[in-house]
């Protein structure tokens, strides 16, 4: 039997697809990916090698690829005729043709706008030779988490033909939650850990303490093995008192360090105990100054701000810490916020409590100090700057993130005109900041005692990282508010700059002084309006300068 008149079929509809191809690429998903790379390369505040800059841009490009297919997936379904073989030929002619011409001016894009900021933060250009760093960190991460998403793919196909589009939507999506809570599980026990087993020993270079006057020495109570990797090398470092002496050519006084480890005792309050006795044990309590510094998320403490405030005093001084956790500072904040505040305020409050004990015409100066997290942690100890200023004869506070509340404060009060990243309040009346040398002198009037001390850069992603950097622009990219050193090509973006950011805070000590979350160059002089100096000349204040700039630069993830 024949058909006089067989339907007629639509070969632009009904013809079947061929098997797709492993390599190949959805046009909607290619452009989404393509729109997520150019956004991961635009200008931020620091810069990133090129091999991190490809990982980075691999990942948006996932991203943006996942998104893009969903987008294309619509606009399918959207279109009741597809076009003829002739125009679907010119349209795929024009995708390539915009595919490869895009993906040209991203490569002379993402190297224009990254020596631009280079640049700003005085660090050497890229140059052709990167690019090939870059592909080596794009490519392989890229292809990696395509062929997982394909991979997922076929899983919701084959379980679409089975059991249904709503069960293969749940089968597919209850795949990928446990994959990438699996995936997230295992990170964060491997950083345990690596962070657990170096904090187990002190590091190889560190020696134990021949001195008295530090924690694991002859007659202290803390066991060397018991201080952690950074509390050994807090109190198995900085100079010697003959060292000080050299350097600022003068009689010097060998510096105290006291310091509890983790496993010095089980709990904070025990460790705070030990502390207060290991400064009266040492005779910290008759010193010029007397420093509470709050560690960072790993129990870490900056040479160079510890060892100039211990030059600036001819060794007069003494620093009290203990740690709370051995996981870097971002492990730290996102698992255990409240950690560096309750162990601020233990060891403040032990400290201070011993201190007024004293008679108040022979105390030490009573300063606060922490860098990062432990800036977080060390203003959470008072309630406003009035608290500062009444329990502390002064207070240096570095880098502080933007969740500080007395920052976040002092920052919303400040004078009409002054710059966010440098602002005046009370024309610096009692409180101030400072990013460079010499900003201590841009201002007039007087600076009263005690003095509170903020060192903050405009290019540091732990200060300007914040949640309302999500959806709403910041201050601190307004044409009146931008700092110096930031890149005028920089926009805000929804989402995309507070991730930005946040990929920023990972290289934020790997730029010279002056810039991100290295501050080097100007603790000396922090220091010295803070606290004051041993009546040092400017010869020997220029000897200290040098000796603390030529520190090694800080190690990533040391914090």
Do not use: C
Not at 59 to 78: H, M, P, Q, S
Request: net charge negative; glycine share 8%.
């Amino acid at each position: 039997m024949t058909i006089e008149n067989p339907p007629a079929i639509d070969p632009m509809i009904d013809r079947p697809h061929p098997p797709r191809r492993w390599w190949h690429l959805d046009p909607g998903g290619a452009l989404g990916g393509l729109g997520f790379a150019v956004l991961s390369v635009t200008p931020s505040l620091l810069p990133r090698t090129a091999l991190f800059q490809g990982v980075v841009t691999a990942v948006a490009f996932a991203v943006g690829y996942l998104l893009g297919v969903a987008v294309w997936r619509v606009l399918r379904g959207l279109i009741r005729r597809r076009p003829g073989p002739a125009l679907h030929r010119v349209l795929w002619i024009t995708y390539a043709a915009i595919w490869l011409a895009a993906a040209a001016a991203l490569s002379v894009l993402a190297l224009s706008w990254q020596n631009e900021v280079r640049a700003l933060v005085e660090m050497p250009p890229l140059g052709g030779a990167d690019l090939t760093a870059f592909l080596a960190g794009f490519v392989p991460v890229v292809v990696l988490l395509l062929a997982i998403g394909k991979s997922n793919r076929r899983v919701f196909l084959a379980l679409r033909r089975r059991s249904g589009t709503p069960l293969a939507i749940l089968g597919t999506s209850t795949v990928i939650v446990a994959s990438t809570a699996g995936i997230v599980l295992v990170m964060m026990i491997a950083v345990d850990t690596i962070y657990a087993g170096l904090n187990a020993e002190p590091e190889s270079r560190v020696t134990e303490p021949s001195s008295t006057y530090r924690s694991a020495g002859p007659e202290s109570a803390i066991d060397w093995e018991d201080l952690g990797r950074h509390g050994a090398a807090f109190v198995g470092g900085g100079p010697t008192a003959d060292e000080i002496s050299a350097l600022i050519d003068a009689p010097a006084t060998e510096p105290i360090r006291v310091y509890a480890g983790l496993a010095s005792a089980d709990t904070v309050e025990e460790r705070a105990q030990l502390v207060v006795a290991e400064l009266e044990r040492t005779g910290a309590f008759d010193r010029d100054v007397l420093v509470v510094a709050t560690t960072t998320g790993s129990g870490w403490l900056e040479a160079q701000t510890v060892d100039s405030i211990e030059y600036l005093h001819a060794g007069d001084t003494a620093i009290a810490a203990l740690q709370y956790a051995y996981t870097p500072s971002w492990v730290s904040f996102l698992f255990d916020p409240d950690a560096p505040v309750e162990a601020a305020r233990v060891l403040f409050d032990a400290v201070e409590e011993r201190w007024l004990r004293l008679p108040t015409d022979d105390r030490p100066q009573l300063i606060s100090y922490g860098l990062s997290l432990g800036a977080h942690g060390s203003q959470a100890v008072f309630d406003d700057l009035d608290a500062v200023r009444a329990r502390t004869d002064g207070a240096m506070f570095v880098g502080s993130p933007a969740g500080s509340t007395l920052w976040r404060s002092l920052q919303d009060a400040r004078d009409p005109g002054s710059p966010v990243w440098r602002p005046v309040l009370d024309e610096g009346r009692e409180v101030r900041w400072m990013s460079r040398d010499g900003d201590q002198r841009l201002l007039d009037g007087p600076w009263e005692q005690p003095r509170v001390l903020y060192l903050q850069h405009a290019t540091d992603p732990v200060t300007w990282l914040s949640p309302e950097l999500l959806w709403r622009a910041p201050e601190w990219l307004e044409p009146d508010q931008r700092g110096e050193d930031v890149s005028p090509s920089m926009r805000w973006i929804p989402v995309v700059t507070a991730v930005q950011v946040g990929i920023d805070m990972l290289g934020g000590e790997a730029v010279p002084a002056r810039h991100g979350h290295n501050f080097g160059d100007v603790v000396t002089s922090g220091w010295r309006e803070v606290t004051g100096d041993a009546g040092l000349g400017e010869t020997a204040i220029d000897a200290i300068r040098t000796e603390i700039e030529s520190y090694a630069p800080i190690q990533p993830f040391q914090e």
